[in-house]
T-cell receptor
Framework: DTAVSQTPKYLVTQMGNDKSIKCEQN?????MYWYKQDSKKFLKIMFS???????INETVPNRFSPKSPDKAHLNLHINSLELGDSAVYFC???????????????FGPGTRLTVL | AQTVTQSQPEMSVQEAETVTLSCTYDTSESDYYLFWYKQPPSRQMILVIR??????QNATENRFSVNFQKAAKSFSLKISDSQLGDAAMYFC??????????????FGTGTLLAVQP
């Protein structure tokens, strides 16, 4: 029944490692997003894909690489993790256009990444 | 660029009372949407209420209502009959109505609401 799911929910790793976070949605949406919530709770868009095409790429270090194998999945790979990458990463999905609820972005439960 | 400002980092309300959370935004666009999201300690982001800019009528969802002042670019959230379960961080968010690369949520810094029994 889960609409937007993320794995893992918690990730603890050492500096310099490479890690991935996976996201899947079963809502039939065509657009998916990654948001980052920092230690002060501030939320900011990182990336967005529409039908597997990258449409939003905010100022994010190129150590972060999103990949969308299909409309229902969006993964985030992070190379050479740094202390400052510690945050909660949220995946979200929506329809690009539509009326009513179609415009709402549905969020996953978040992945808390801790870099030691 | 669009910005969203929440000037109240923390608010407190007594159970069963009413509280209003403030939000102002800046944009030159005419087509946009405004949202209030709730984030309880579980960290799940939950949509509380949505307002389309072209609608003059203020949105209402049960105990939650907004005061949308388009000319003043103000979008406040009123919570009536506050309940303990309303305790959470509340985020005001803006989204352009033009789709494509503008289809992102721009968040305010949040207001942490405490509900006192």
């Amino acid at each position: 029944d889960t609409a937007v799911s993320q794995t893992p929910k918690y990730l603890v790793t050492q500096m310099g490692n490479d890690k991935s976070i996976k996201c899947e949605q079963n809502l039939g949406h065509d657009t998916m997003y990654w948001y980052k919530q920092d230690s002060k709770k501030f939320l900011k868009i990182m990336f967005s894909y529409n039908n597997k095409e990258l449409i939003i790429n905010e100022t994010v270090p190129n150590r972060f690489s999103p990949k969308s194998p299909d409309k229902a999945h969006l993964n985030l790979h992070i190379n050479s993790l740094e202390l400052g990458d510690s945050a909660v990463y949220f995946c979200a999905s929506s329809l690009m256009r539509g009326l009513g609820l179609g415009y709402e972005q549905f969020f996953g439960p978040g992945t808390r990444l801790t870099v030691l | 660029a669009q910005t969203v400002t929440q000037s109240q980092p923390e608010m407190s309300v007594q159970e069963a009372e009413t509280v209003t959370l403030s939000c102002t935004y800046d944009t030159s666009e005419s087509d946009y949407y405004l949202f209030w999201y709730k984030q309880p300690p579980s960290r799940q982001m939950i949509l509380v209420i949505r307002q389309e800019a072209y609608k003059q009528q203020n949105a209402t969802e049960n105990r939650f209502s907004v005061n949308f002042q388009k000319a003043a670019k103000s979008f406040s959230l009123k919570i009536s009959d506050s309940q303990l379960g309303d305790a959470a961080m509340y985020f005001c968010a803006y989204r352009s109505g033009y789709g494509g690369a503008t289809n992102k949520l721009i968040f305010g810094t949040g207001t942490l609401l405490a509900v006192q029994p």
